[in-house]
C-alpha cells in the first residue's frame, strides 16, 4: 500500500500543546457554577461491620450541605465493570456504593458534599462510625483455608469461581514428552500510575436525569453501569465525553466510589458536586491482580512441545469485579494460545481476600502468564540446549494458519518469525554469552521474550462489548468533524482516528478534527481497553468516512458532470481520473450541498438541484470481521551490579508485527511506555501494605517506585514489521497491551543470562538478588 | 491526615517578627525554608499537630562567600545555588559535596535549601551526610543572639534537632583543609527519584608521605536516626597506607556504628550490607581523586 496520504505519517497531535499545558480539556479541570465539593471517609479496618454512623456534628459544620451514609444510597448490588452489560451472566455482583460491611482497608464508609474541599474534609473527622472489627485475611492460600473468615456470605472458603479448560489428553502427552519442566512464578500487585486522577463532576436536575464528567476510558460503560447502580433507566444518564483524558492504562474501565456518590450527593443538594481523589485513593482505586502460576511443559528430543499444564490462582480481593474475566484472558490469551500443544488443561481459582479492589491493566492477566511461560521456556532451552529463537519458532503459529482462539478466522497478516529474526540480528542474539559466565562486579546479560498471540480487540469475546460508532460531518470550508466515543487515554487515539478518516476521505490530516459529544447524541463504543482502537474503532472510522466520501462523490458528480465511479479525492481537491484538469475542491462541493437553492458566485446566479442538498456526512456503528493477532518478540541487554544487586537495563530491541504503523512517533511512544511499565514491573513496582490493618503502604510516589527517565536505556530500538492485515483498516492491527507484556520476562531471562541465577517471583529487586547471590 | 490544625501561615519580613510567631505557637510552629519536604511529612500524618507555618524566604541568608579560608553557606542557598560553585568543581576536599548535590531532581535542587535540610534532621537525606564528612559547622541566630555549634551537635533524634524554639540556622561552614584532601558521596537509590536507601560519605586527608592523616566517615539512609559517623572504620584507615584491603577494612567496621533499620524499602541486613559497599566506593572515589 504505496500511496498512502496520511497514515503511516508522524503527524502531530493536535492536542499536543493543550495537553502539555494541562488543558481545559481535561476532567480534573471542569468546573461548573454553584458547585460543590465531595471527600469520602474510609475505613480505617480491613473487615469491619458498621454498627452506627453519627452525622450530626458534621451536619453542624458550617458550609456542609449533605451527608451520605450506607443507608442514604440505593442498596443495589453491582460489579463496577464497564465493559460488560451490567445484568451480564458473566459476572459477579457483589458490590454496593456504600455498604454496612467493609471488606478492605480504605472503603468508603460515607461521603459529605461542601462549599469547599477543606470544609469536606473537616467535616469527615466530625462523622462518628462504630465498627465491629471483624477477622481480615490477606493471603490468598489462606483465604481458602477451613476456618478462615468469610468474606462474602455463603461463598464456601471464598472462592468466587473455578474456571478450567483443556483439549487432547494432557495425561497422555506428558507421557510422550522425554522432558517434562515444572515450576511456580509468582508476580506482585502494582499499580498503573496514571497521571491524571479520578476526578468527576455530577450535576443531577429535578427530574433526577444526571449528567456526569468524569476521567474514565469508557463514556457508555460509565453511563450503563452508573444507571444500574442508581437504579436509574440508562436514558436517565449523560455521561459528557471529555476531549482528552491523563491515563488510564486499564484503571479507568469500572465505575468508581466517586461517580455514584456525586451524583447521590448532587440530587441531594440540587447543585454539581465534584469529586476527585487524592493519590492515596487512586492507588487503593484498583490495580493488576497478584497471581500464582504453577506451569508445567513437555517437550520432545527435537523441541516439540507435546503437552501444556497450568493453574492459577488469582487474588481477585474484597469483591470479584474483573477477578473472574481477568483469569479467563489470562489463561487463554495469556497461558495457552501461543505456543502449540496437542494436550492442554488449565485450572484457575479466584478467591477473595480483604485486599484493596484488583482491576484492569494493561496486558489485563498476560503479564503475569508471559513472564511464567517466557521464563518457563528458557529454562527449557537452557536445559536441553536449544536456541531460544529457533525453539518459539518451531512451536509457533505462521501466517495463514487457523487462528488458536478462533480455528474460523485465519492469521492473515502474521510475522511472529520476522520479529523474532529481525529483532535477534538487531540485538546480536548470536554473540550472546553461556549464562553466568560473566565476569567482574558487574555483570552484562542479554535476553528475550516473545508473545505470539494478543488481542486486537474483544470479538468473539462472549460477554465482552465489541462495537464502534462515527460521525464524520463536512464543514463547507472542506473541512471534517469526526465524533465518536472512543476515549482517548493519552496513547494519540484522536489522532489515529483522525489520520484514518483524513485518509479515507482524501484530506489532509490538518483537515480533519476531533469533535467530542456525549451518549446522547454519539453513536455507542465500546471503551479503550484491549489493544482495540486503531484496529476496531479505526475500522468504524474508515466505514463513515467511506460513507461521507461516497456521499460526497455524488455531488460532485452532479456539479462536475462526471460519473461518481470517476472521481478521486486528494489533499481536498476532487479530479476525475485520466483528467486532472478537471478538478473541484471538497469545500466547493460542500458549499454546494450546504447553499440554499441559487449560488451566486462570479458568472451569477446559478441553480442547484434538489438531489444536491443536504449535510454530506457519513455514518457508521459496526464490529471488524475478526480479532487479529499481532505478533511481538524484546531482547534486552542488562547490567546486574553483583555488590549491590541492582540492575540496570542498558539496550532494547522491540519488535512487533502490528499490520501497518498509522503514525510512527506514537507507535515509538507505546513501546516506550510499555517498556518503562515493564522495568517497574520486573524490578521495582510493588504495592506494599501493612500485615497487620491492611493499610495501603506505597500510597504516594515516595514509596511506590516505579521507573524514571533515569532509569530507561538510553537505547530503545522499535522494529515495526507491517504484515498488512486483511481484516485492518488500512492494513492495521494492535500495538499497546503487548508493549508491556513481554518486558517483565526479557529481564528475568537477562538477568539469568548475566548471573546464572533464575527467579521466579517479581519484582526482582536488588535485595532478592543479593541473596540469590548468597550475600546476604 | 493532614495539617488539620493549622491556623497560621506567617511571612515574616525581619527576623524578630519569626519569634513572635513561634512565640505564640511555640512547639507547634514549624519554620519553613525550601518547602520541599512539607508535603511528604504531612501525607503521612506527621504534621498533625503544627498549627502555624513560618516561611522564612523573604529573610534572606542565601548565598555563598568563597573565601581562602573555606566556604561560608547561607543557610537559604538553594541546591541550585550551590551547584554553580566554581569551586565544586576544582577543590577535591569539596568532592562529596558536589557529588550529593547530584543526586536531587531538579524540582529538589530548585527549591531545597543547604539550612532546611539540615534542620529537618531526615536521616534518608544527602547533603547532610556529605556536610557531616566535611567537618561542617553552623551559625544561628535566635532574636539577635548568635551561637555557634558542629553539625553533629544538631542532630538530637529522629526528625528533631537541638535549635530552640525559633533559632534558626544562618550559615553552613566550612574550612578548607591545609594538605592533600578529598572526599566523595555515594548514594544507594531505588530511582532517581528516592530518598536514600544507604548513603556514604568519605573524607581523607594524606600526609607527606602519603599515611592517612585524618578520616570522616558518615553515613545516612535508615542506618540510625541522623547521620551517624563511624569512628570505628576511620580508626582502620588513621596512620595507614591506604591499600584497597585497608579500604575493604574500613568498610567492614561501619557495621560496629550503625543501627541499619527494616521498613518496606529494604531489610537492616539489605543496609548493613550495603553500608559496606557504599563506604568501600566512596572510600575509593575519594582516593581517587588524590592520585
Known sequence: MTNLNVVGKSVLRQDAYEKVVGGKGFPVNISLPGMLHGKMLRSPYPHARILSIDTSRAEKLPGVKAVMTPKDVPQIIFNPIFFMPADSMAIHRDMLILSDTVRFAGQPVAAVAATTVAIAEQALSLIDVEYEELPAVFDPEDAMKEGAPEIHAGVKNNIRATPSFGAGDVEQGFKEADYVFEGTYETQRVHTCYMEPRVCVSDTDSSGHVTIYSSIAHLFGLRERLAYALGLPVSKVTAIQAPYTGGSFGSKLDLAYIEALSALLSAKTKKPVRLEHTRYEDFICNARHPMKVYLKTGVKKDGTITARYASTLCDTSAYSAHGPEVIMVHAYFGLMLGYRAPHTKWEGTVVYTNNMPGGAFRGYGAPQAAFAVESQIDEICEKLGFDPIEFRLKNTPRQGDPHPFNPEWKLGGYALDQCLTKGAERMGWSNRAKAGSASGTKKRGIGMAAHPIWVSGCVGFPDIYEHSGAIIRLNVDGTAYLSSATMDIGSGQNTTLCQIAAEELGLKFESVRMAPGNTDNLPFDAPTHASRVTYSSGNAVKVAAADAKKNLLEVAAIVMEANAADLEVRDGMITVKGAPAKAMSVADVVKRAESPFMVVGAQGPTPTTLKEKGTIMGISSVAPPANASPAVAEFVEVEVDTETGQVKVLRAVYAHDLGRVVNPAAAQGQVEGGLQQGIGYALMEQMLFDPETGACLTSDFLDYKMPTAVEMPSKIECIFIESNEPTGPYGAKSLSEACLIVPAPAIANAIYNAIGVRFHSLPITPEKILAALGKL | ?291
Open chain 2, 1 to 291: 491526615m493532614a495539617l488539620v490544625k493549622l491556623k497560621e501561615f506567617c511571612i515574616p519580613d525581619k527576623p524578630e517578627q519569626v519569634d513572635a510567631c513561634v512565640a505564640k505557637y511555640g512547639e507547634n510552629a514549624l519554620i519553613l525554608a525550601g518547602g520541599s519536604f512539607i508535603h511528604g511529612l504531612e501525607a503521612r500524618g506527621l504534621l498533625s499537630e503544627v498549627e502555624a507555618l513560618v516561611d522564612i524566604r523573604k529573610l534572606g541568608f542565601a548565598g555563598v562567600t568563597a573565601a581562602a579560608g573555606g566556604l561560608h553557606i547561607g543557610a537559604m542557598t538553594t541546591f541550585a545555588q550551590l551547584e554553580q560553585l566554581p569551586e565544586l568543581g576544582s577543590a577535591p576536599w569539596l568532592g562529596a559535596l558536589k557529588d550529593a548535590l547530584t543526586y536531587p531532581p531538579m524540582q529538589i535542587k530548585n527549591a531545597a535549601t543547604v539550612g532546611g535540610c539540615l534542620a529537618a534532621a531526615c536521616p534518608f537525606f544527602d547533603i547532610p551526610t556529605a556536610l557531616l564528612a566535611l567537618d561542617c559547622k553552623l551559625s544561628t541566630n535566635k532574636a539577635g543572639a548568635k551561637r555557634e555549634m558542629n553539625l553533629a551537635d544538631l542532630f538530637s533524634g529522629l526528625f528533631e534537632n537541638s535549635l530552640e524554639p525559633g533559632e534558626l540556622i544562618i550559615e553552613a561552614k566550612l574550612a578548607k583543609p591545609a594538605g592533600r584532601a578529598a572526599s566523595a558521596f555515594i548514594k544507594l537509590e531505588g530511582t532517581a527519584n528516592d530518598l536514600a536507601i544507604v548513603n556514604a560519605a568519605a573524607y581523607i586527608a594524606l600526609d607527606g608521605s602519603g599515611q592517612c592523616q585524618e578520616a570522616r566517615i558518615t553515613l545516612g539512609g535508615g542506618v540510625g536516626d541522623n547521620v551517624v559517623r563511624s569512628s570505628s572504620a576511620e580508626q582502620v584507615l588513621l596512620g595507614q597506607k591506604l591499600t584497597e584491603e585497608l579500604l575493604q577494612r574500613a568498610a567492614d567496621a561501619v557495621g560496629q556504628d550503625i543501627q541499619p533499620m527494616a521498613d518496606h524499602r529494604a531489610s537492616a541486613a539489605y543496609r548493613l550490607a550495603m553500608a559496606k559497599v557504599f563506604t568501600k566506593r566512596a572510600l575509593s572515589l575519594a582516593l581517587s581523586r588524590l592520585n
